[in-house]
Antibody, heavy 118, light 110 residues
Framework: QVRLVESGGGLVEPGGSLRLSCAASGFTFRDLYMTWIRQAPGKGLEWVSKISGSGNDIYYADSVKGRFTISRDNAKNSLYLQMNSLRVEDTAVYYC???????????WGPGTLVTVSA | QTALTQPPSASGSPGQSVAISCTGTSSDVGGYNYVSWYQQHPGQAPKLIIYEVNKRPSGVPDRFSGSKSGNTASLTVSGLQAEDEADYYCSSHGGITNVVFGGGTKLTVL
C-alpha cells in the first residue's frame, strides 16, 4: 500500500535551517508530483511547495519563496524540503503528500513538527 | 494569496444531510474544475474525500458528494454518522498561486 513517512522536524532558532525528508513506498514515485503542506498549531492548512516527477517543474507559496527549496531523489524514492532563514511563523506540522490527481493530494504522511523558537 | 472562505462550523443530527460551502473567486474556484475536499480527524493527517469538484477516491463512501456553482463549491454529507465529525477543508487550483486552501469547517454531529 502507499506509504509516506516524514522525518527531520525539530526545534530550531529563528534564522536557522532544517531539512525535512519524506520516504515514499508502494507506488511508482517518479511518475507523480509530490507536495509539501503545513499546518500551524490549531490552524488550517497551507500549501507550501510541489515538484513534478522529473523534478523539472517546481512551485512555491509566496510565503516561503526564496527561503525553502524542494527536491527529490527518484532513485531513493525520497522527497526533501530544505528550509532556510526560518521564522517563528514557519512553526507547523509539515506533511508530504503525493498528487495522483490534478491539484489534489492523496494520501498524506503523518507529518513532522517543526518548531521555530528562541 | 487569499484563502478560500468556509463557514467555521456546521452541524447536523445523525441521518441528516449537511452542506459546507467554499467560496473563492474567478481566479480559483470559479476558474477551474480543480476543487478538492479533505477530512481531518483530531490528531490525524487530512484525508482526500473529493477531487476535481465531484469525484470520489476509491473507498470514500458515496454519502460524500461535491458540486460547484460559479465561485462557490459545496461538500454535502448525507446520512450523517458519528464518525463524520471532523474538520473539513476545501482547496482549489489558484492559477499562479497553484493551490489555495479554505480556512476549514468544524462539523459537529449532534
Amino acid at each position: 500500500q502507499v506509504r509516506l513517512v516524514e522525518s527531520g522536524g525539530g526545534l530550531v532558532e529563528p534564522g536557522g535551517s532544517l531539512r525535512l525528508s519524506c520516504a515514499a513506498s508502494g507506488f511508482t514515485f517518479r511518475d507523480l508530483y509530490m507536495t509539501w503542506i503545513r499546518q500551524a498549531p490549531g490552524k488550517g492548512l497551507e500549501w507550501v511547495s510541489k515538484i513534478s516527477g522529473s523534478g523539472n517543474d517546481i512551485y512555491y507559496a509566496d510565503s516561503v519563496k526564496g527561503r525553502f527549496t524542494i527536491s527529490r531523489d527518484n532513485a531513493k524514492n525520497s522527497l526533501y524540503l530544505q528550509m532556510n532563514s526560518l521564522r517563528v511563523e514557519d512553526t507547523a506540522v509539515y506533511y508530504c503528500a503525493r498528487d495522483p490527481y490534478h491539484y489534489a493530494s492523496d494520501p498524506w504522511g503523518p507529518g513532522t513538527l517543526v518548531t521555530v523558537s528562541a | 494569496q487569499t484563502a478560500l472562505t468556509q463557514p467555521p462550523s456546521a452541524s447536523g443530527s445523525p441521518g441528516q444531510s449537511v452542506a459546507i460551502s467554499c467560496t473563492g473567486t474567478s481566479s480559483d474556484v470559479g476558474g477551474y474544475n480543480y476543487v478538492s475536499w479533505y477530512q481531518q480527524h483530531p490528531g490525524q493527517a487530512p484525508k482526500l474525500i473529493i477531487y476535481e469538484v465531484n469525484k470520489r477516491p476509491s473507498g470514500v463512501p458515496d454519502r460524500f458528494s461535491g458540486s460547484k456553482s460559479g465561485n462557490t463549491a459545496s461538500l454535502t454529507v448525507s446520512g450523517l454518522q458519528a464518525e463524520d465529525e471532523a474538520d473539513y477543508y476545501c482547496s482549489s487550483h489558484g492559477g499562479i498561486t497553484n493551490v489555495v486552501f479554505g480556512g476549514g469547517t468544524k462539523l459537529t454531529v449532534l
